[in-house]
Each structure stands twice: as C-alpha cells, then as structure tokens.
T-cell receptor, first 109, second 117 residues
Framework: RKEVEQDPGPFNVPEGATVAFNCTYS??????FFWYRQDCRKEPKLLMS???SGNEDGRFTAQLNRASQYISLLIRDSKLSDSATYLC??????????FGTGTSLTVIP | GAVVSQHPSWVICKSGTSVKIECRSL??????MFWYRQFPKQSLMLMAT?????????EQGVEKDKFLINHASLTLSTLTVTSAHPEDSSFYIC?????????????FGDGTRLSIL
C-alpha cells in the first residue's frame, strides 16, 4: 500500500466552482501534513500546512482527520490561476516526507 | 519565507559530460536536503536524501555512482550527474528542510532542466 494516495483526477471545473481534493495516508505515526501546488514545468510550491483543527487561507481550506487518516483541500470560487497539480505531502519523524502523485485541476473559463 | 536556490536552471551538454547542480538554502540551516527527478507529465521521483555531514541515502534503482551527492554544509548540497547520457535528460529539483520543529515543510529550489544531446 502506498504511503500517500490521491485521486489523480483530472478535475475540470468551471470558474467560480468549489472543488475538493482528498488524500489518505497509511502510517498513523505521521506528524505533519502539507498541500503543495505544482505548475507545469515548475517546482512544487508550498500552498499551506494542514493543522489538526483545520485551517483556512483565503479561498483555501485544509482539513485533517487523524482518526480516518485523510487530509482534504477545499478551493472555493475557483480562478483560472488555480489550474495546477496539487500534491498532498505527509511528514514523519526524522525528516521523512511522502508525496502523493498529485491531483490535476483545470479551471475552465 | 524560506528560500532555496538551485543553479543552474538550464543545462544543455554533450553525451558523456558530467554535470554539477548546486542547491543552497539561503536563509535557514538545511539539515536535510532531497533530490528529485521528474519526467514530463509524471510525478516527482525521490532520488536520494542527504543529511549534512553524512552519506546520502539513495532510493532503490538510483545508481549512487552515477548520481554523486555531497552535502558538506548546512546550506549547500550538490548533485553531480556523471557521464550523462540522453536518458538522463530530465527536470532535477532539490529541496531542503530543517529539523527545527516537526511541522517544518520542504522548500524547493527552482529546478534544473538537463538536456543531454
């Protein structure tokens, strides 16, 4: 079983839509959780960390469910510029990071 | 925010050449640095993890004699692709992380596009 699993998509949504991505992780000892976005032919960039109580940054909301071992990212009022691949990342002790394969999002005008 | 600088951004070389890529953490001490490779439309593939002052840990299938990694200081790691061939052409990305706090993410460099002719 993979450490981190994501639905690869692609998700094609109209501008203004709300879209949600889920990610599951296999190791309950995982400590920290992050969402990154990667644009085509660019490096991944940190979008947001995911905290146990859930956190919001503008149109983006991240949630963590430790009991079920899943992480979610909600994007409200999608913009064309949100089109990218979204990577779910899980961190364990000893600076070990595990990446999902990414979920592709295309926002359509 | 934390900045990681990677150099060079683009390399075009003849087959057989060795290519060195540098990765620097500019404003934090990077205890651990990671090297990834990514082919078009594919996921990031971790090649190796290096801790400052230690030998790198390579992922299965990655030749350590082919991809030489040095992490001699807390701000610099280098990847040398030795005797590169066309099949080594790819997007190489480094990242760095500090162990100061378990919630510290990885910070990525801009990546290096390597083309071997």
């Amino acid at each position: 079983r993979k450490e981190v699993e994501q639905d690869p998509g692609p998700f094609n949504v109209p501008e203004g839509a709300t879209v949600a991505f889920n990610c599951t992780y296999s190791n309950s000892a995982s400590q920290s959780f992050f969402w990154y976005r990667q644009d085509c032919r660019k490096e991944p960039k940190l979008l947001m960390s995911v905290y146990s109580s859930g956190n919001e940054d503008g149109r983006f909301t991240a949630q963590l469910n430790r009991a079920s071992q899943y992480i979610s990212l909600l994007i409200r009022d999608s913009k064309l510029s949100d089109s990218a691949t979204y990577l779910c990342v899980v961190k364990r002790a000893g600076n070990q990071f595990y990446f999902g394969t990414g979920t592709s999002l295309t926002v359509i005008p | 925010g934390a900045v990681v600088s990677q150099h060079p951004s683009w390399v075009i070389c003849k087959s057989g050449t060795s290519v060195k890529i540098e990765c620097r953490s500019l404003d934090f001490q990077a205890t651990t640095m990671f090297w990834y490779r990514q082919f078009p439309k594919q996921s990031l593939m971790l090649m190796a993890t290096s801790n400052e002052g230690s030998k790198a840990t390579y992922e299965q299938g990655v030749e350590k004699d082919k991809f030489l990694i040095n992490h001699a200081s807390l701000t610099l790691s280098t990847l040398t692709v030795t005797s590169a061939h066309p099949e080594d052409s790819s997007f190489y990305i480094c990242s760095a992380s500090s162990v100061m706090g378990s919630n510290q993410p990885q910070h990525f460099g801009d990546g290096t596009r390597l083309s071997i002719l």
